[in-house]
């Protein structure tokens, strides 16, 4: 092997021991190849430190859209359970964390909920709510825990010219660390000048240190002919698409071909969701017929474009559940989360659609009796009585129904933690709003 993995595993250990504060390290796990090689790296630099100097807290943070390639998350469930076995079993400080999005802000409540158009390459509304954010939080909690945090990521200069310079226009001169556009934080990104063909070297002949072997992750490639989705801290890291593992639902690109090398491999289940994303797109691009004149606003402008007809949202609705009714039994995968479903009745309350219920299309395609009354009609109840409330004040309606929006994504979640605070913003750009009416 030509990469000089001694020379890498003794820069990690040095940087680890050289720091006299014990700050985190925050391993980003996507996965892929990319970041399996830093972790293992680290993992095997890791092993040759006595063990009383282990005394810096390592996080292992993967972030789950919930619109993750299905075959990938099943994949990278079995590792993340089988990395946190054994570093419990070799005592090694790690743990493992997944982040998600906030319910109100995952993809479907959003397109569905809300009649967000499908992200295209101008507008990727999905890219900072699915991945940046919940990922931002978990490394702000840990520098608010220890003041400082080092994020530790497997991007490297070989994969883009973009990429090269947004790290060499970041590092500090001297120094193995960059600053992060995060205060308190800064990035290490061991792995940096490391070839895409050594990467794969280094994975064929080295075992993961967490049991198990590297087969089934090459297969993935090979069939996906895909790259992985790296963990997005920031708008400076490229978002996925092209041949990337990512979300199934992703629309930057023409072609999922992730997808598609794993559909042509053997994986047929993925077909129905393959359909889906295409339909995304037409229902994104053919704006004429899927799209309302009437901004959220009440505005109508010429050559602007408002949210998906509520007619196309429950479309989408009805095709993910009849995918979902096809592949659950036969692959366990769940496409669309009761919880997400409650919010989009929510949603279709606010805006005044009554004529289909998210129950209704529910039981329509699976055959059932599912039973949402009870919640479809407190929603209803709230609606009619905020809008008499508010009647002489309808200014304070959106706000009001803002704030029950965000009270029951953390309910839902059973995750109350900063409601007050996410409130209390709401409240001052709405009085900032109630003085500046144009902004």
């Given at each position: 092997m030509?990469?000089?993995?001694?020379?890498?595993?003794?820069?990690?250990i040095?940087?680890?021991?050289?720091?006299?504060?014990?700050r985190?390290w925050?391993?980003?796990?996507?996965?892929?190849?990319d970041?399996?090689?830093?972790?293992?790296?680290?993992?095997?630099?890791?092993r040759?430190?006595?063990?009383?100097l282990?005394?810096?807290?390592?996080?292992?943070?993967?972030?789950?859209?919930?619109?993750?390639?299905?075959?990938?998350?099943?994949?990278?469930?079995?590792?993340?359970?089988?990395?946190?076995i054994?570093?419990?079993?070799?005592?090694?400080?790690?743990?493992?964390?997944?982040?998600?999005?906030?319910?109100d802000?995952?993809?479907?409540?959003?397109?569905?909920?809300?009649?967000?158009?499908?992200p295209?390459?101008?507008?990727?509304?999905?890219?900072?709510r699915?991945?940046?954010?919940?990922t931002t939080?978990?490394?702000?909690?840990k520098i608010?825990?220890?003041?400082?945090?080092?994020?530790?990521?497997g991007?490297r200069?070989?994969?883009s010219?973009?990429?090269?310079?947004?790290?060499?226009?970041?590092?500090?001169?001297?120094q193995?660390l960059?600053?992060?556009?995060?205060?308190?934080?800064?990035?290490?990104?061991?792995?940096?000048?490391?070839?895409?063909?050594?990467?794969?070297?280094?994975?064929?002949?080295?075992p993961?240190?967490?049991?198990?072997?590297?087969?089934e992750?090459?297969?993935?490639?090979?069939?996906?002919?895909?790259?992985?989705?790296p963990?997005?801290i920031?708008?400076?890291?490229?978002?996925?698409?092209?041949s990337?593992?990512g979300?199934w639902?992703?629309t930057?690109?023409?072609?999922?071909?992730?997808?598609?090398?794993l559909?042509?491999?053997?994986?047929?289940?993925?077909?129905?969701?393959?359909e889906?994303?295409?339909?995304?797109v037409e229902?994104?691009?053919?704006?004429?017929?899927?799209?309302?004149?009437e901004?959220r606003n009440?505005?109508?402008k010429?050559?602007?474009?408002?949210?998906?007809?509520?007619?196309?949202?429950?479309?989408?609705?009805?095709?993910?559940?009849?995918?979902?009714?096809?592949i659950?039994e036969?692959e366990?995968?769940?496409?669309?989360?009761?919880?997400?479903?409650?919010?989009?009745?929510?949603?279709?309350?606010?805006d005044?659609?009554?004529?289909?219920?998210?129950?209704?299309?529910?039981?329509?395609?699976?055959?059932?009796?599912?039973?949402m009354s009870?919640?479809?009609?407190?929603?209803?109840?709230?609606?009619?009585?905020l809008?008499?409330?508010?009647?002489?004040n309808?200014?304070?309606?959106?706000?009001?129904?803002?704030?029950?929006?965000?009270q029951?994504?953390?309910?839902?979640?059973?995750?109350?933690?900063?409601?007050?605070?996410?409130?209390?913003n709401?409240?001052?750009?709405?009085l900032k709003?109630l003085?500046?009416?144009?902004?």
């Amino acid at each position: 092997m030509s990469l000089d993995v001694r020379h890498l595993e003794n820069e990690i250990i040095d940087q680890y021991l050289y720091d006299e504060n014990d700050r985190p390290w925050i391993i980003g796990f996507s996965g892929g190849k990319d970041s399996t090689m830093l972790l293992q790296v680290v993992w095997r630099a890791l092993r040759k430190i006595e063990p009383i100097l282990l005394k810096r807290r390592i996080y292992v943070v993967c972030n789950d859209t919930m619109v993750e390639n299905p075959r990938m998350v099943k994949f990278i469930k079995g590792s993340l359970k089988r990395i946190q076995i054994a570093a419990n079993e070799q005592q090694i400080p790690l743990t493992v964390h997944e982040t998600m999005p906030k319910m109100d802000d995952s993809f479907w409540v959003r397109l569905i909920g809300l009649g967000y158009p499908a992200p295209n390459r101008f507008v990727r509304w999905c890219t900072e709510r699915l991945k940046i954010n919940p990922t931002t939080q978990f490394i702000k909690d840990k520098i608010s825990e220890e003041g400082e945090a080092i994020i530790l990521l497997g991007t490297r200069s070989a994969e883009s010219g973009n990429r090269a310079k947004s790290i060499k226009k970041h590092e500090i001169k001297g120094q193995r660390l960059r600053k992060h556009q995060l205060p308190s934080a800064y990035v290490y990104a061991p792995i940096k000048d490391v070839t895409t063909n050594e990467v794969w070297q280094y994975l064929n002949q080295v075992p993961p240190p967490w049991g198990g072997t590297h087969k089934e992750l090459v297969t993935l490639y090979r069939n996906a002919n895909a790259g992985d989705c790296p963990l997005v801290i920031d708008e400076t890291t490229p978002s996925c698409g092209n041949s990337r593992f990512g979300c199934w639902t992703c629309t930057v690109v023409n072609k999922d071909k992730s997808m598609e090398g794993l559909i042509d491999n053997g994986e047929e289940w993925m077909q129905p969701l393959s359909e889906i994303r295409d339909f995304l797109v037409e229902t994104r691009d053919n704006q004429e017929k899927y799209r309302s004149r009437e901004r959220r606003n009440g505005e109508i402008k010429e050559g602007v474009w408002g949210p998906l007809l509520f007619e196309t949202r429950a479309e989408i609705l009805r095709r993910i559940l009849k995918a979902q009714k096809l592949i659950k039994e036969s692959e366990g995968v769940e496409l669309i989360t009761h919880q997400e479903m409650v919010l989009i009745q929510y949603h279709w309350f606010r805006d005044c659609f009554f004529s289909t219920k998210v129950s209704d299309i529910y039981n329509e395609v699976f055959k059932t009796q599912m039973d949402m009354s009870r919640q479809e009609e407190k929603l209803k109840e709230e609606q009619d009585l905020l809008a008499a409330s508010c009647k002489e004040n309808p200014e304070d309606l959106q706000f009001i129904m803002d704030s029950l929006a965000l009270q029951k994504t953390k309910t839902l979640l059973i995750r109350k933690r900063g409601l007050q605070a996410d409130i209390e913003n709401r409240l001052d750009q709405h009085l900032k709003s109630l003085k500046n009416p144009k902004s």
